[in-house]
């Protein structure tokens, strides 16, 4: 016999109530999961309800714990639920081209795989190992959120300690084993709000002389976790406030004085014209020039990602129109006039920038940032590490030449292979460009290979170019991952976005200055080097990707005794 109870089609056709019951029992997993995705989503930008990042799981939760999940097929209702969320949350993707909108549904039907998946893992934790779920959930969502971040290069936008950038006293526990420090606290304190609400519910049963369905073990256990939740929160907050009131010891008394300048053009794939060329040029010298007139004390001034890229010819060390004498003269007179309030003046400040470049010794192109120094030279470059999928380089176009034609980017960009460190006035700097500032495990690696370098940056830079997305809330999004880099890292960590959202972002992820969304102008910042560590540049990912062993060990264990 079903399980499922059904409704002839003379009574739903006759009376609709009798056939509501059996839509909301056949499709509960489905609506009880979108609810938790639905807060989920109203938790980040755009809407930026913060504060539901702490209920958000909470129905998830409530399903976690059931004895059986109701409906048909609940795991394709699960991978729904996510599905639409994704979907919903990567809304930008498409934006740029038309050809993305295959990119942005695979994205959104490979990460909803990590709802269902993760629902499975934690009930195998509960109710086959008899795990107290205020353990079980924050153990597995912390352990998959630390996978979906790593595997396959990572995806790790959008997770759910990003709710909370905007409240410094919570995200300094992200400076010991990184964001999913936060991750961990949330689904741990979901668990507990869960538990709470289930036991008002057993109160107000038996205030009402009903039959209570909640036992005595599980009260016992509710209070646990209730209790466990508050000590935790409590620990979290007692943690950030000592950490922002730390004093601050500075290496020494060096100071840089920087100018962040965002520029405002849209991304579109179409040609431009000549005049169109030229106007994009000189609103970058205009905006630069009055940075220079605004703060005469500058040491360094940024440009966005790509905002050289209409210069290749004056970059390239070899060029089959020019000679190398003729393409330094060219570049350093552009320079000079970007970066002095006098196009013959000799005081012009250091441009750090970024565009699409030729390495000359390896004849391969590259996005890359670089300084032009008080010489009008090219002396330090940084070739970009960690591309993104579909906005540089397409999966599997190598192997499918086809996919080279058809795509928007074409045959895409190669990847640098080491990180990049340029000193000015006994600072050092390292650049990283457009998404790697939203992988920490990439950031991680970097600081510490300097650091062996005896290069150990003193200030983060992300110089990104997000007007491939027209002010959507993938602008908010990157910003979040900056600013639990510059928590995990312990360091100053300074953005230079087209089109926004540049920012100062101070050691304790405080969001000092930001720029507007869509809108040209400039931050000054004074940045000094500061001695500071975390321990998760010490050990890293360690602890989430030790819960996603025990997790996933676990899980397997009980899918093997099924089958035997």
């Known amino acids: 016999m079903s399980k499922h109870t059904t409704t002839s089609k003379t009574d739903g056709g006759l009376n609709g109530e009798a056939s509501r019951p059996h839509f909301k029992e056949r499709f509960r997993t489905f609506i009880v999961a979108a609810s938790s995705m639905t807060l989920l989503w109203l938790a980040f930008p755009p809407v930026g309800l913060s504060w539901l990042g702490w209920l958000a799981l909470c129905p998830l939760i ?9 409906g048909r097929r609940p795991y394709r209702q699960l991978f729904l639920a996510g599905f639409f969320f994704w979907l919903s949350a990567f809304y930008f993707i498409p934006i740029p081209h038309p050809a993305l909108w295959l990119g942005w549904l695979t994205v959104s ?43 396959a290069t990572g995806m790790a936008m959008v997770c759910l300690s990003h709710t909370q950038y905007r409240t410094p006293i919570l995200i300094q526990v992200a400076d010991i084993f990184g964001a999913y420090t936060l991750t961990f606290v949330i689904s741990l304190v979901s668990v507990g709000i869960t538990a709470a609400l289930k036991l008002c519910i057993a109160k107000s049963q038996q205030q009402t002389n009903q039959s209570s369905i909640f036992p005595e073990n599980l009260k016992r256990q509710s209070r646990w976790a209730i209790a466990i939740a508050i000590l935790t929160l409590i620990a ?78 004056l970059l390239s060390d070899f060029s089959p129109e020019m000679t190398r004498q003729a ?34 010794k390896q004849n391969t192109h590259f996005a890359s940032a670089f300084l032009i120094n008080n010489n009008g030279l090219v002396d330090s470059r940084y070739y970009k590490n ?15 030449p086809i996919i080279k034609k058809i795509s928007p980017i074409g045959g895409g960009i190669n990847a640098g292979t080491e990180p990049g460190s340029i000193r000015i006035n ?47 809330s993938c602008l908010d999004l990157h910003l979040a991952c900056n600013v639990f880099r510059a928590v995990e890292m312990r360091k100053t960590h300074l953005v230079c976005a087209n089109t926004g959202l540049s920012a100062e972002i101070d050691s304790c992820g405080r969001l000092l200055q930001t720029g507007g969304r869509r809108q040209p102008g400039a931050i000054r910042t004074l940045v000094r080097p500061i001695e500071q560590m975390s321990l998760y540049r010490t050990i890293g990912d360690v602890i989430p990707m030790i819960m996603l062993i025990i997790a996933t060990a676990l899980f397997l264990l009980d899918s093997c005794r099924k089958k035997a």
């Open 62 to 70: 409530w399903l976690i714990e059931s004895k059986t999940l109701i």
């Open 109 to 151: 039907a490979y990460m909803a795989i990590y709802t269902p998946l993760s629902v499975g893992i934690a009930r195998s934790l509960i109710h086959r190992f008899q795990i107290p779920p205020v353990l079980a959930i924050p153990l597995v969502w912390t352990g998959i959120e630390w996978f979906r971040c790593n595997f």
């Open 236 to 313: 979290t907050l007692v943690y950030g406030r000592v950490k922002l009131g730390e004093d601050i010891t500075f290496k020494n008394n060096s100071e840089l004085a920087i100018a962040l300048i965002q520029t405002n053009d849209d991304v579109v794939f179409q040609p431009i014209t000549a005049e169109e060329f030229v106007d994009g040029r000189q609103r970058k010298i205009d905006l630069t020039q009055a940075a220079i007139k605004k703060w005469p004390d500058l040491d360094l001034i940024v440009w966005p990602e790509s905002a050289f890229s209409e210069y290749t010819d």
């Open 327 to 360: 393409a330094a003269k060219l570049r350093t007179e552009f320079w000079r006039k970007a970066t002095s309030s006098s196009y013959l003046s000799e005081n012009s400040v250091p441009l750090l920038t970024g565009g699409s470049t030729l390495d000359p």
């Open 386 to 400: 960690h591309l993104v999928m579909f906005g540089e380089y397409v999966p599997l176009s190598d192997w499918f």
């Open 426 to 472: 006994e600072i050092n700097l390292s650049p990283n460009i457009c998404f790697e500032s939203t992988v920490p495990h990439f950031i991680r690696n970097q600081v510490n290979t300097l650091a062996k370098q005896n290069k150990e940056p003193d200030v983060l830079i992300n110089m990104t170019n997000d007007g491939w997305f027209f002010g959507t």
